[in-house]
């Protein structure tokens, strides 16, 4: 299935830390990165596209493919689902490194694949009320919506220790800087291998 040298990379973070933004970062400077675009029940914002940011569909639909065993991992997270499909991942990683932009429980799950290549990072801010701050200032979510993320903070910090780096986001070019440092340093050591950069 792979080809030897693709890895798979996962940015986990609460909300508003800005991983979605770093992991298109990433994507948009190394050529042979894909980001893994996830199933979700959620509606979607009027800036989202249809399988750019997520594949839209029923809670139905995709309670009968988690009874298909079709997800590598899946998580109902504020009263929706987000999962990755198995075939999508199969069918990249033959050609590419990919991104994923999960949370911690989909993390514990494709962790349990030992047949993956995960560097596993996560991203945090420096407090609490800065992280409230940024939820604010994205202006994507309803009050409640944002109330449930930020108190959700303190149930995602206690699983750092499922990562293998944690980072914290103070300035966006810093933090790309560091993670970028982490995958080129990865495939260097374990493949002897030179990144190719657009």
């Known amino acids: 299935m792979h080809d030897g040298e693709n890895i798979m990379v996962i940015l986990s973070s609460p909300s508003g830390v800005g991983k979605t933004t770093l992991t298109k970062k990433i994507q948009q400077k190394y050529e042979n990165f894909r980001i893994s ?7 979607p914002r009027s800036n989202e596209v249809e399988g750019v940011d997520y594949y839209f569909i029923s809670h139905k639909k995709f309670e009968e493919m988690i009874k298909r065993n079709e997800f590598y991992e899946y998580a109902r997270i504020f009263d929706n689902y987000y999962g990755t499909l198995k075939s999508n991942v199969d069918k990249q990683i033959k050609k590419n490194d990919i991104l994923f932009d999960i949370d911690w429980q989909g993390t514990k799950k494709l962790s349990k694949f030992n047949n993956l290549k995960l560097i596993k ?13 940024r ?19 303190d149930e995602n910090i206690k699983h750092w220790n499922d990562y293998d780096y944690i980072i914290i986001n103070n300035n966006l070019e810093v933090c790309f800087k560091q993670i970028e440092e982490i995958i080129l340093n990865y495939k260097k050591t374990t493949f002897n291998y030179s990144h190719k950069a657009q």
């Open 37 to 43: 675009v996830s199933h979700t029940t959620r509606p």
């Open 121 to 133: 990072i996560y991203l945090i801010t420096s407090d609490k009320e800065e992280l409230r701050n």
């Open 135 to 153: 939820l604010l200032k994205r202006d994507q979510n309803s009050k409640e919506e944002i109330e449930k993320r930020f108190n959700s903070f």
